[in-house]
């Protein structure tokens, strides 16, 4: 039996990190911001921070007009922060992706795109089989 000699060091062996170069698609997401109408809600799905770093990223943030204004967040903070401000409903809820903390109401749900990816609470309890379907 003979030894054979590799060609490579010991530790030209050893497996090794490769870094990929990531690309970054830039305008990806299109992301409406309704005003909350539910009783008592104070929040907002997206501070300004946040809203900054998603516009940093590339993608375009829709706020209704006084939509955090119950957070202490002020239209002015959302519009530093890179996002459009709108008084129109509707166009925030023709948003292709929209972002909320309570559950749609009928009416929202009638202004939405069939297509649309909506996120927010969801409090089954809370509604009829009729609002579902």
């Known amino acids: 039996m003979t030894d054979q000699v590799s060609p490579f060091t010991k530790e030209q062996l050893i497996p090794q990190e490769e870094t990929l170069e ?21 929040r907002v ?13 590339g993608h375009r943030v829709l706020v209704e007009t006084k939509a955090g204004h119950a957070a202490n967040f002020s239209d002015k903070d959302y519009s530093e922060a890179g996002a459009e401000i709108t008084s129109s409903t509707k166009k925030v ?14 009416e929202e749900l009638d202004l939405m795109n ?9 409090q089954l309890k809370t509604q009829k089989k009729e609002y579902f379907q």
């Open 22 to 42: 990531i690309y970054k698609h830039k305008g990806e997401l299109f992301i409406g911001i309704p005003k909350e109408n539910a009783y008592q809600e104070k």
């Open 114 to 122: 069939p297509r649309t990816t909506y996120i927010s609470g969801l």
């Open 93 to 106: 809820f023709s948003c292709p992706m929209i972002l909320k903390v309570e559950p749609p109401t009928l």
């Open 45 to 57: 799905c997206l501070t300004p921070d946040a809203v900054a770093a998603m516009t940093a990223h």
